[in-house]
């Protein structure tokens, strides 16, 4: 397998991958991490999909907020649900993160925790079982989304102005224990307007995590190389040829030309990224029609920008804190998008000084700034997420507006959807429609983000025409009237594809958090699914004790598939649940049809293949060392310097092995 680009989505692919016993390279054009302020937000689904592989604490700053009920005081699990020991599998305490607070420089995203009635359910729905919020409908094709990853501001005021902000205002990933069904709130914005609610399910993490791009990179990274991934820095691809039952990809480095080839290529290199040309991709786009400019600055009078999101009638200027002096602003110019040629020139302080000034009406004097830059609301999907062996994720296959803080969580969530259907089609597991579904699901997703960030700009439109509207949504949300948008800026209205005719409800559903018990101890649905190779099948009740001929159904996947018998799951009624490594629900026994023909549908036909178990790599809260038994280096089999190749460098050319 080879990833081009090495930013988070592409770093966390490679670690899935290599995690999974895929020989995994990864080819980024920069030399280092790039510190530039990116985004700074994770929301819900995206948090909730990478517990359960494996990276919450060490990876990703995760705090949790009401424990699930029946867990021990203690928190502790047993470890043979996850191979990765006893503290991957523990379910914490609440108000008591794992792994550790979160380190020096990095934001642990919550605020205090307060008594609160908010309460969000779905009607109809198993409490078990994640599901949209009444009103908000089900992803499908044809629907709308994105991906630059940029979260806007500090804090989503009451009301805006320019100035002094009038009332109080919350900071993004303010946290509220909740009631029943609830276990956690977070207060967020949108299209400027504070005082959106997003709740995440008892014995989940708290929906909104603040967290620095950066270390997100360094963490994931960190993970892919221990599990024995590759990466190559300071090689810009140049070229992307499929050759029969391959890939070749060629690139430039610093010391010359180099080639590899591989089995399968994901393009995970940005919005500006080489892949998606080079793959042949259509794109679906919609045009910019405002300008935007952010940088670093330091005014020069003290309480020029003050900390908050600014509307006037021109525009918007957003002010968040730096902790240094200075402060992260940006600017939205709603007089239309850039002019034939701006897009690619570079950004002076000079420049940004004049935008602010304008927006404001004052004059506004920047001594210094830095990390300057522009962007617009120019979005784009691509056509299709998968070309045969060339695949698309992250921000090379989605770009939308940057609000709300969705291009970080939507990339991620390609990465944790992807990795174990390609790791699986590598290892023989599973047939390449597995990677179809990729496309189905997560395209779907893409163009429901685009959507709902074009919806929050209509709302941040300058305009008095829309300030009914603006006070309609911000008394929907004041009122607890608006948990749909909530959960849909989250993610966690998603609902997948289901089989035609599936009566289930909970087929295409995510599986909330709770308390399993086994023959073999306690553990919850987090425990037991982290950093699993495949699908569980999870056989409760009197399913659990007698088998109900389910176990035997899974014939020739069960080198794929593991079989799980618990007393019962909590909240979902149902005898056999069918449970995808990224949380989701494949096929439920009420649903009508057997067992057997969904393992087909999702794994093609059953077969004696047998994947793996996932190398043992640092459980949340451990300290990252090297992976039992194996060297911290390159892809086993490899040898440590550059493959034989006719440059002779560490850029040298080679063969991807498909597997460790």
């Known amino acids: 397998m080879l990833v081009v680009g090495g930013g988070p989505v592409g770093l966390c692919l490679a670690a899935e991958l290599a995690g999974l016993g895929v020989g995994v390279l990864v080819v980024e054009v920069r030399e280092s991490v ?60 609440a108000g008591v993160p794992v792994g550790g607070v979160a380190g020096a420089g990095r934001l642990a995203g919550v605020g205090a925790v307060a008594a609160s009635g908010v309460g969000v359910t779905s009607a109809g729905v198993p409490a078990g079982v994640g599901a949209a919020a009444s009103g908000v409908g089900v992803a499908s094709a044809g629907v709308s989304s994105g991906g630059v990853s940029a979260s806007v501001g500090a804090s989503a005021p009451a009301s805006v102005g320019v100035g002094a902000l009038a009332g109080a205002s919350v900071g993004v990933g303010a946290s509220v224990e909740t009631g029943v069904g609830c276990g956690v709130s977070s207060v967020f914005h949108f299209g400027g307007l ?25 963490g994931f990274e960190r993970r892919a190389r221990l599990a024995g991934a590759r990466v190559v820095r300071g090689v810009s691809v140049t070229d992307v040829v499929v050759e029969g039952d391959g890939v070749r990809v060629v690139g430039c480095g610093p010391l010359g030309w180099v080639s590899w080839r591989a089995s399968f290529v994901v393009g995970a290199d940005g919005g500006r990224g080489v892949v998606r040309e080079l793959g042949g991709f259509g ?103 998968r070309r045969g062996r060339v695949l698309l994720a992250g921000d090379a296959a989605h770009v939308h507006f940057p609000v709300g803080g969705q291009g970080l969580s939507t990339g991620l969530l390609d990465a944790v959807n992807l990795g174990w259907k390609l790791a699986l089609c590598v290892r023989g597991g599973a047939g390449e429609g597995l990677l179809d579904s990729y496309d189905v699901e997560r395209r779907a997703a893409a163009l429901r983000v ?10 941040m439109r300058p305009g008095a025409e829309l300030d009914p509207l603006r006070e309609l949504v911000g008394g929907l949300m004041r009122d ?11 993610a966690q209205d998603t609902v997948l594809p289901v089989a035609e005719g599936s009566s289930s409800p909970c087929e295409g559903r995510f599986l909330r958090n709770g308390v399993l018990r086994t023959g073999r101890g306690v553990t919850d649905v987090i425990g037991l699914l982290r950093g699993g190779a495949g ?48 949380g989701y629900i494949a096929w439920a026994s009420d649903g009508g049809r057997g067992l057997d023909a969904a393992l087909t549908a999702l794994l093609g036909p059953g077969r004696a293949a047998t994947v793996p178990p996932p190398a043992a790599g640092p459980a949340a809260g451990q300290a990252a060392g090297p992976v039992a038994g194996q060297a911290a280096g390159p892809v086993a089999g490899q040898a440590a310097g550059p493959v034989a190749g006719p440059v002779g460098s560490r850029w040298s050319s080679g063969t991807v092995p498909a597997v460790r």
């Open 480 to 490: 607890g009237g608006a948990g749909g948008l909530g959960e849909m800026v989250s």
């Open 450 to 459: 685009v959507d709902n960030t074009r919806a929050q700009l209509a709302l």
């Open 194 to 218: 504070g005082g959106l609610v997003i709740s995440a399910p008892v014995g989940e993490p708290v929906p909104v995590v603040r967290c620095v791009q950066a270390e997100l990179e360094v």
């Open 34 to 93: 790039e510190v530039r302020p990116k985004a700074t937000v994770l929301h819900a689904r995206s948090v909730q999909c990478l517990v359960r592989r494996g990276y919450g604490g060490d990876v990703v700053p995760v705090e949790w907020g009401t424990p699930a009920a029946g867990m021990p005081a203690d928190g502790a699990s047993v470890g043979w649900m996850s191979g990765a020991g006893a503290s991957a599998g523990r379910l914490p305490v």
């Open 535 to 582: 699908p569980v099948l999870l056989l409760a009740g009197k399913a659990g004790k007698e088998g109900a001929g389910f176990a035997e159904q899974v014939g020739g996947w069960s080198g794929v598939v593991r079989v799980v018998r618990v007393a019962s799951v909590p909240g979902v009624d149902c005898e056999a649940l069918l449970v995808r490594p990224d």
């Open 283 to 385: 794109c679906r786009s919609w045009p910019a029609s405002v300008r935007a400019l952010m940088g670093w600055v330091r005014p020069v009078r003290v309480g020029d920008l003050v900390e908050g999101w600014h509307r006037t009638r021109r525009g918007w200027v957003v002010v968040k804190g730096a902790g240094d002096g200075g402060v992260h602003v940006r600017t939205l110019n709603c007089s239309g998008g850039e002019a034939e040629g701006v897009r690619g020139r570079p950004v002076s302080l000079g420049e940004l000084g004049r935008e602010v000034s304008w927006i404001v009406g004052r004059d506004v004097v920047l001594g210094e700034g830095r990390w300057l830059s522009r962007f617009s609301d120019f979005s784009r999907v691509a056509g299709s997420f």
